[in-house]
């Protein structure tokens, strides 16, 4: 077996893995496993004894948000941080229901499984509740209302598309209210990737934010699989849509995988006002919510991001991407679009061009080839199982990604050379 050493490869290198939101810092990083390792040889405690690395873990945290989101609670999976995400809106507003968009993924345990269309409306046992309504999602290439390629670089096309977007939230809610429902919040993730990797059109949020406060509602932004620097521009993808004046800040921000570095932990982070409305009078506890070791593992992780310069390198990488994957656009007519930021890159694979048809099939047999043949991990998602997801760990660089984009350009030409014989 070969072992896995610090950053995205084997020890042969035989695999580079480019679907690991995970694993921002690279697998196995020294720093943060001798954090886990020391913090481990300490102390294990649960929450009910505060210890030092808790605080210094918080205030890392704190340094990275805006002043108003100023108070977290820990907790040991992203589907538990939507839960508590959730139940902390519905304590907040008195109300119960919940907006989230087409093929949005929340986690898995059962509320995260209910607010997900991504699997409650595609086969899933857990059905989606009478409290979950389900608004389009600001997909500009395939969803209800969509761009032309001409158009899908225009930031007035853009804008203009996103308004349309935000307007069919403001029927949700007209129906909602007709229906005597009282709505707890709007939630979304900053960049929804299990749904295609869709990069939400400038000014939605904000749309979407004033209409769901004007009708009593918060906003929950889930950042599970896009935080922590993936974006490059930013720490946190949603704060890609705006600046000054146009800042757009959730009410709620959740957060997990790349927080630990693959190791269990994640985060509720909100404004102080609405955590002490939870639970009522009742006590909110969690046995290992923020508990020693997971802390030390995600103080590791942000002093990484800093000391490494990840935020900067990601960003670099994402000009790359958009280089290299429009390079393998402009030959390969199945390549409909190339959407993304940073280290967050979708390849939409279509039959046609102009019909914008799927070709599910031929992103199932590229994965194949290229693990088979190149040991290089990709996976394709989306609602039609054809957009190639590029989420590989931050330490990711130039060389690998020529390598990746190398074996893209020979499986392509292979597999469309073979669909013509």
């Not at 269990?264 to 002490?276: F, G, L, Q």
């Not at 009522?280 to 103080?299: D, I, K, Q, R, W």
């Not at 310069?309 to 280089?323: P, T, V, Y």
Request: glycine residues 8%; aromatic residues 8%.
């Amino acid at each position: 077996m070969n072992a896995v050493v610090y950053g995205y490869l084997n020890i042969d290198g035989s695999i580079t893995d480019e679907n690991q939101p995970k694993i921002n810092v690279g697998h196995c990083h020294p720093h943060v496993v001798q954090a886990i390792a020391t913090q481990s040889s300490l102390s294990t405690c649960n929450i009910r004894f505060v210890s030092p690395i808790l605080g210094e873990c918080s205030k890392a945290l704190i340094n990275t948000l805006p002043p108003s989101l100023n108070t977290i609670f820990y907790c040991n999976s992203g589907s538990e941080a939507n839960d508590l995400a959730l139940q902390l809106a519905r304590d907040w507003t008195g109300g119960n229901d919940a907006i989230v968009l087409e093929n949005a993924y929340h986690g898995h345990i059962t509320t995260a499984a209910q607010l997900s269309p991504y699997k409650s409306e595609h086969g899933a046992n857990i059905k989606r509740p009478e409290w979950v309504h389900i608004a389009p999602t600001p997909d500009v290439y395939r969803g209800k209302y969509r761009l032309s390629d001409e158009e899908l670089n225009s930031p007035e096309a853009l804008r203009s598309i996103g308004e349309l977007y935000s307007k069919d939230i403001s029927v949700l809610l007209e129906e909602l209210n007709k229906n005597g429902r009282k709505l707890a919040a709007f939630f979304a993730e900053a960049l929804q990737s299990c749904g295609g990797q869709i990069i939400p059109p400038p000014g939605y949020f904000q749309s979407v934010a004033k209409e769901i406060h004007d009708n009593g509602g918060l906003m929950i932004v889930d950042e599970v699989q896009t935080g922590f620097g993936r974006v490059g521009d930013t720490f946190w993808a949603h704060q890609l849509f705006g600046h000054g004046e146009e800042e757009f800040i959730p009410d709620i921000l959740t957060m997990g995988k790349p927080m630990g570095n693959g190791y269990p932990v994640s985060a509720v982070v909100t404004r102080r006002e609405i955590a002490d409305k939870l639970c009522g009078n009742a006590e909110y506890f969690n046995t290992y919510g923020g508990n020693p070791v997971s802390c030390a593992a995600s103080l590791a992780v942000l002093q990484v991001i800093e000391k490494e310069h990840l935020l900067q390198h990601s960003k670099q990488m994402g000009i790359l991407f958009k280089q290299k994957l429009e390079i393998l656009k402009s030959k390969y007519f199945c390549i409909g679009d190339i959407r993304g930021v940073g280290m967050f890159w979708g390849l939409d694979l279509v039959k046609c061009r102009n019909t914008r048809e799927p070709a599910t099939n031929l992103a199932g047999k590229l994965i194949l080839k290229l693990r088979k043949e190149y040991g290089i991990l990709l996976n394709a998602d989306g609602p039609f199982g054809n957009v190639l997801k590029f989420k590989p760990p931050l330490c990711f660089n130039s060389d690998n990604l020529e390598n990746v984009i190398k074996a893209l350009d020979e499986c392509l030409n292979e597999l469309i050379n073979e669909k013509q014989e």
